[in-house]
């Protein structure tokens, strides 16, 4: 199993562009979700699917948009990109469709965007 | 909003010292865990806890869970370059159904 593929690893964006952040998960998990990482700020969540064709905002959801066509991809999509969407993005899936206490997350190795 | 503060932010200290990084929120969670990251890569899950004053041990690694399941510690024991890398612990709450991540504490270990 390859788990959680993310692609690209980098990605560099002039203001007001947009892109998208591939997702994939070869183990089967109904939950996907998508996290930025921010230095002194942890991991955010910013859309969630708990299945095929099931969104969900996060805590920052505001300039992305996701969708769920199938349980194996979840892409992030950047409308009109801004210098504050400079981050790491993570992408993460676990296997029970509601999130229980002992589920683990399983990390992609995430995408570095900078946006200039 | 739910918080979890992570202390300290950052560690630097030389291979074989003992150490322990703190999470610690006014919320009460329903379990906690603590995840390891290595630059490049994304966070790896270490251990889940999940009864108040559960206490688990990873080879050198001692995870425990605060009485009143507001709190957790991770404690290294004589600290090996290898365990250089980001720690997270993330708070599950019931109630929302989703996990809160602390800061991230830094650990760099010189040999």
């Known amino acids: 199993n390859a788990g959680v593929t993310q692609t690209p690893k980098f990605q560099v964006l002039k203001t007001g562009q947009s892109m998208t952040l591939q997702c994939a998960q070869d183990m089967n998990h109904e939950y996907m979700s998508w996290y930025r990482q921010d230095p002194g700020m942890g991991l955010r969540l910013i859309h969630y699917s708990v299945g095929a064709g099931i969104t969900d905002q996060g805590e920052v959801p505001n300039g992305y948009n996701v969708s769920r066509s199938t349980t194996e991809d979840f892409p992030l999509r950047l409308l009109s990109a801004a210098p504050s969407q400079t981050s790491v993005y993570f992408c993460?899936?676990?296997?029970?469709?509601?999130?229980?206490?002992?589920?683990?997350?399983?990390f992609g190795p995430g995408t570095r965007l900078t946006v200039t | 909003t739910q918080l979890l503060e992570q202390s300290p932010q950052f560690l630097s200290i030389q291979e074989g010292e003992n150490l322990t990084v703190y999470c610690n929120s006014s919320s009460v969670f329903s379990s906690l865990q603590w995840y390891r990251q290595e630059p490049g890569e994304g966070p790896v899950l270490l251990v889940t806890v999940v009864t108040g004053g559960e206490v688990k041990k990873l080879k050198r690694l001692t995870f425990q869970f605060g009485d009143a399941r507001k709190d957790s510690s991770l404690h290294i024991t004589a600290a090996q370059p290898g365990d250089t890398g980001l720690y997270l612990c993330?708070?599950?709450?019931?109630?929302?159904?989703?996990?809160?991540f602390g800061q991230g504490t830094t650990l760099q270990v010189k040999p």
């Open positions: 993460a899936s676990s296997y029970s469709k509601r999130q229980r206490k002992n589920d683990e997350q399983y």
């Open positions: 993330a708070g599950f709450s019931s109630n929302t159904g989703k996990l809160i």
